[in-house]
Each structure stands twice: as C-alpha cells, then as structure tokens.
C-alpha cells in the first residue's frame, strides 16, 4: 500500500508559481527525503501534505484517501518543526498529550501513550517541565514526542535538525534513524543538508524551482545522477565540473569528477597548481587550479604532505567520471 | 554594570537628567496633593507649602464625599474605563490577528483603512456621533461613552497588534491546527497569551485618555446618574467662585485608580515597550 501518493500537485501563491506538476508516491514504512536548495519549494510540499496550504490543483492520497479538503488533523499526520513549536505554557507532559486530547481519547489512552514515547525518548524526567526550562536537543526530542503519541500514518519532518549543534546534530540523526526502524512508520523528511539526506534515506528527492528533478535511494543518485544539479549537490566536497582541463572533450560538454575519484598520479590528465590545502587528519583536500585556470577539489585519503604551490598532474578513472551537455543534462553513452 | 560601558560621569549624568524630568513631571501632581490637604486660605497664601498643624484640613475630601454621588462617578468611570478597554482588547487583538494571520484580498487595503483612525481624531465626528446617539436613544447612557471609546481605542489597538501578531512563530500556530486546535483555540490560548506585554501597552495607553476625557462625557452623558469622574468634579469649578478644595480633593482621588491599574500593568507595558528595541 502507499502510504502517500500525489499527483499533478500545483501550488501558486499569486502569481508565483512554487510547485509544479509533483508526482509522488511514498510506500508504507518508506523514509522520503525532500532535498534542494532553499527556495526550491520542500517546504511547502511538505505544508501542502500537511494541509496548512492548499494544493492549488492536483490530488492528494493519504493511506489511499483522497485528503484535498481534509482538515490538518484529520489527515493522520503528525509533523515536528524546525523551530520545535513547543506550546509554551504547557508542561512537557500537556505538550505531548494536547493532539490526542483534542481528538478525545480518553484519558488512559492519553496517558498510556504519552508515557511510552516518554519512556522511548528517554523525556521522563522532564514529564513536568516546562519548554523553556529544556535545552534545544531536549526540547526537539518533546516535539518528536508529540508526533509519536499520535500514531500517525505519515510522520512530516520539517528541518528538524537545523537548529541543532553539529554533534547533537549528529545523535538525533541516529535517534531518528532508529525511531524510523522501531516505528516501522513512513516518514517524509524536509532537510537542505545533503549528509541528513544521504544518511536517512530510503529514497531521496531533489527538488529545484518546485520540480523534482530525480527520485532515487542515495546510491543510485549518488553513482548515476540524472543531471548537472543532483550530480552537484549530493557528495561532499561536491563535484568538479570541468570544461577546458581535460584534453579531448568535446566543445560544450562538461565533465563531472568528484573529488574521491582523483589522485595524484605522475601520468595524470590534468595538470595544475595547488591554491590551498584542508588537512582533515582522515583525509586532505586539495584545492587546485588547472593550467586552463578551473578551479577543482582532489579529495585525497589520508594526510599528504602536499603543499600549497606544489604543482601536481591529477588523474582519474574515465569510467567514473560523468558527462553533460550543454543543456546541463547527462550524456549517458559516454558514462563507462 | 562593567566599566568598559559606562564611566562614572556618564552615569551621573544620565541619572541628574533623569530625576530632573520626574520633578518636573511630577511637581504638578504633587502640588495638587498638597493642596488637597490644605485650608482654603493656605492654599492661596503659599500654594507650595506643605500642610501643617495650622493650614492642614480635610474640608475638600468631607466637601467632595458629602455632596453630589461621588461614589456614583467614580463607578461610571470605572465601568466605562474597563468596559472599554476589554472591548478595545477583545476586538482589537481579533482584527489583528485577522490581518497578521490570514491571506485575503484587501489584507493591506483593510489594515490601512484600520490605521486611518490613528491620525483622524474622533471629535471631528462630535455632531454626527451625537446625531447618532440621539436617533438610537443611547444619549445619557453609559452604553454611549463605551462605543465611542471602542471606536476611539481600536485603531491604535490594531496597529500595535497585528505587528506583535505577526511576531508569533508560524510553526506554533501550524503546530496548533496539527493538533487540532480550531482558530480560535489557536487565538485564546496560543497568540493571546505570547502577545500579553502587546495587550498592556494598548491597555495603559488607552485607560488613560478614557479616564481623564471631559469632551464625550460632556456632550453625550451630561445627566446625574451616568456622569464620569472628570465631568463629576467639574460642578465645583462655577464660572465666578471655584470650590479649590473640592476639586484638589477629587483630583486627588481619581489619580488612585489609574495608578493602581498601572502598577499592574506596569511590568508588562515596560516589556512591550522595550521589546522591539531590545530584541
């Protein structure tokens, strides 16, 4: 069954149109990522699941119901925000327990579920606290909380870890991956980080100026992107795109590299000149200006005692390296 | 305070120009006190001496409480000042919501015509309003002063609260509707209560005007048994003799509840003040 599906979804505000004929379908217990760059719509994707915007055309399938005129909380949704949206004079406990409250559970029911997700985000101790008492990691763990205590079909994402240190960062994205895996619940999940994307994800979609642009897990986006724009923004450092450095290339088509796929090698294609070294201890990037003067990133394993101004010659694989053309779409008989 | 902010003299003089501003805007407040307390005589002789054992007297406050109904004003002023401002709060804090919250045609149009009655004044429309209330019959009601004093305050109301309104986090409200709060759930007990500094600032700016107003009173409720404080201590100033005790005396204590009042919003109004500034 799926969980999701949309079809033909449109959404102007005015005259700008935001999204543009989206097709979608999330399968039961799937994790979605939405992903792009800010502006390219997500978010409101997201907002139009959710039914805190209208869908300005198109259908939308919840569980196989059509939801287009369904109120956000009949949905049988459940979202978490990127600023948390703790009700602020309301315990922990109330927070949770409010969703279910207004659906009218009784009160046991209500009880019974808040203490399990209580338990499961490890929140008990802070049953009585208020929001403003909690720190941000905490109180992103109350408002997943409120979301599990719903049970909902469909869990929405919204950012939820922007607001979050880069090491607590890290912690909740492991909690929530193993929420996914203990919840068995499809999930949809709006981050512009790539890493977020690539770690979490069953299925990726990048998004750009409201369309998708490709739908895939993170490997097959990763190894075989459909174009320019997914190619450069999963993979970090992101890839090289080349047009006058690598002999042989046909005028108007670029060549895509990443990073991990060069090395220095005595008989490599492209020579250049290192403008500045990042030693990460595991690994050492090498920024590099080519003779033709492009400006690319070598990803090198390891520490390498190269140094800024040391001219190298890098070569790489030509079966791991991608071509587009001048419309920025892939060519693929080239490929391997 | 650390000394790299402030030095010494800076302090000093930030703090003799802000005790020199309280006396002077206190000094008139004052003088009324101590002449409330003062023999007629006195307060002609040296109106700014303080009262005592010769010059001390209660005649104004035993003037004032004996004759006419002064509890009577000061419960009509009260219920005018409170009705008023609950109404200016309710209504006010609604329409704003209305314009922060919702996307509709005529948003900006509708809340600039709000705004409009910040820079007219009401008593151009004096005659008209008058015409108004007699033809309906609410001349010399109290109903009268509170929807003029609604109209009056909501303008001003508005502005002040759609801009905090439109404040509050989005994800909150979303939050709310996720939930399944309705609109006005959202409105009770989500925004309301985030905007509270917001309320206090409108309240105080507008209980003042309403309580000290002589105009309204004057021309819509003249009769004896809705007549407001201001208008109420008014009948000891006569055009050739005033009663200087009696309407000291009735100044005096129609300061009181505004006082009161502030003190309890006092807080609050401070924080609506400062925080746009400050944060």
């Known amino acids: ?50 039914g805190l915007e209208d869908a300005s055309s198109g259908t939308i399938r919840i569980g196989g119901e059509v939801v287009n005129s369904v109120p956000p909380a009949k949905r049988g949704i459940a979202m978490v925000f990127q600023s948390y949206a703790l009700y602020p004079h309301l315990t922990v406990r109330d927070n949770m327990g409010l969703g279910l409250k207004q659906e009218g559970q009784p009160k046991d029911v209500v009880d019974a579920r808040v203490s399990k997700a209580s338990k499961m985000l490890d929140l008990e101790q802070y049953a009585q606290r208020r929001p403003a008492e909690l720190s941000g990691g905490q109180r992103q763990r109350v408002a997943i909380g409120r979301a599990i205590v719903r049970e909902p079909k469909l ?29 068995a ?129 890098v070569g790489f694989d030509p079966a791991c390296a991608f071509y587009f053309d001048a419309q920025q779409e892939r060519i693929f008989q080239q490929a391997a | 305070m650390t000394k790299a902010r402030s030095s010494l003299s800076t302090k000093t003089t930030m703090h003799a120009v802000l005790i020199v501003y309280t006396i002077i805007a206190l000094f008139p407040v004052f003088v009324i006190l101590i002449n409330s ?41 009260m219920i005018v000042t409170v009705v008023s401002l609950a109404l200016i709060l309710l209504f006010g804090a609604m329409a704003a919501f209305a314009l922060a919250e919702y996307r509709f045609k005529g948003n900006t149009l509708m809340g600039l015509y709000l705004a409009l009655g910040i820079m007219i004044p009401i008593r151009i429309g004096t005659v008209a309003i008058l015409e108004m209330m007699v033809s309906t019959g609410l001349v010399n009601t109290l109903t009268a002063l509170i929807l003029v004093y609604t109209a009056q305050g909501l303008p001003l109301a508005v502005f002040i609260l759609s801009e905090f309104m439109k ?101 609050q109004l401070i924080r609506g003040i400062t925080s746009g500034a400050v944060k």
């Open chain 1, 1 to 50: 069954m799926t969980a999701l599906k949309l079809e033909n979804v449109n959404k102007s505000f005015g005259p700008v149109h935001v999204l543009k004929d989206i097709n979608l379908e999330v399968e039961d217990g799937e994790f979605v990522v939405f992903v792009g760059p800010s502006g390219c719509g997500k978010s409101t994707l997201l907002r139009v699941i959710a």
């Open chain 1, 155 to 183: 869990f929405l994402f919204d950012e939820p870890l922007s607001n979050l240190d880069a090491a607590l960062r890290m912690n909740t994205r492991v909690e929530i991956a193993e929420l996914h895996r203990t919840l």
């Open chain 1, 185 to 313: 619940a499809s999930m949809i999940y709006v981050t512009h980080d790539q890493i977020e994307a690539m770690t979490l994800a069953d299925k990726i979609v990048v998004l750009r100026d409201g369309r998708i642009e490709q739908v895939g897990s993170p490997m097959e986006l990763y190894n075989n992107p459909a174009n320019r724009f997914v190619a450069s923004f999963l993979g970090s450092p992101s890839m090289n795109f080349l047009e006058r450095s690598v002999p042989g290339l046909p005028a108007g088509q670029t060549i895509g590299i990443r990073p991990e796929h060069l090395g220095l090698r005595e008989d490599g294609q492209i020579f250049g000149k290192v403008t500045h070294v990042e030693r990460l201890g595991g690994d050492t990037n090498l920024l590099v200006q080519t003779g033709q003067g492009e400006i690319m990133t070598v990803r090198l394993f390891g520490q390498d005692p190269t140094e800024v101004g040391d001219e190298i010659r």
């Open chain 2, 37 to 77: 307390f003062k023999s007629r005589r006195a307060i002609f002789r040296d109106p700014l001496g303080l009262p005592n054992e010769e010059t001390f007297s209660l005649i104004g406050y035993q003037t004032v409480l004996k004759q006419g109904d002064f509890f009577l004003y000061f419960q009509n002023s």
């Open chain 2, 167 to 267: 404040g509050v986090s989005d994800d909150l409200k979303n939050a709310g509707r996720i939930d399944g709060l309705s609109e006005y759930k959202i409105f009770f007990r989500l925004v309301l209560p985030l905007v509270r500094p917001a309320m206090a600032t409108v309240a105080v700016f507008n209980m003042i005007p309403i309580w000290n107003d002589l105009w309204f009173p004057l021309i819509l409720a003249p009769a004896e048994e809705v007549k407001t404080l201001t208008l109420g201590s008014q009948v000891f100033i006569g055009q050739f003799v005033t009663d200087w005790n009696a309407v000291l005396s009735a100044l005096s204590m129609a300061i009181l509840p505004v006082m009161i009042l502030y003190v309890i919003f006092s807080r």
